[in-house]
Nanobody, 123 residues
Framework: QVQLVESGGGLVQPGGSLRLSCTVS????????IAWFRQAPGKEREGVSC????????YYQDSVKGRFTISGDNAKNTVYLQMNNLNPEDTAVYYC????????????????WGQGTQVTVSS
């Protein structure tokens, strides 16, 4: 079975950086799509970024462009989200999600989800 496990969340000051990891088992990133979503208290889950190795494509939500970078290490079956210049509005639970087909900014198409990792940006 496909399983996704996130790690790397924590508490950082505004302007700081974090690197999230999503390790995939039961599927190879050569033929799998991984997206990052986040959900803040009282808000809907929103798409942050996505990577498709087969398509050679990366996508970012406008609010994180220039600050976040998604990358994959196919040999390690791990996708990373490097988050720089964090601000308090980035505070949320971050989830990785996977599917076989394509990147989507919406949660519905994704078949597998990680447990989530908390990112808190505060002074």
């Amino acid at each position: 079975q496909v399983q996704l496990v996130e790690s790397g969340g924590g508490l950082v000051q505004p302007g700081g950086s974090l690197r999230l990891s999503c390790t995939v088992s039961g599927a190879t990133l050569d033929y799998y799509v991984i997206a990052w979503f986040r959900q803040a208290p009282g808000k809907e889950r929103e798409g942050v970024s996505c990577i498709s190795s087969s398509a050679g494509s990366e996508y970012y939500q406008d609010s994180v462009k220039g600050r976040f970078t998604i990358s994959g290490d196919n040999a390690k079956n791990t996708v990373y989200l490097q988050m720089n210049n964090l601000n308090p509005e980035d505070t949320a639970v971050y989830y990785c999600a996977g599917q076989l087909y394509y990147c989507s900014e919406y949660a519905d198409p994704y078949d597998h989800w990680g447990q989530g990792t908390q990112v808190t940006v505060s002074s």
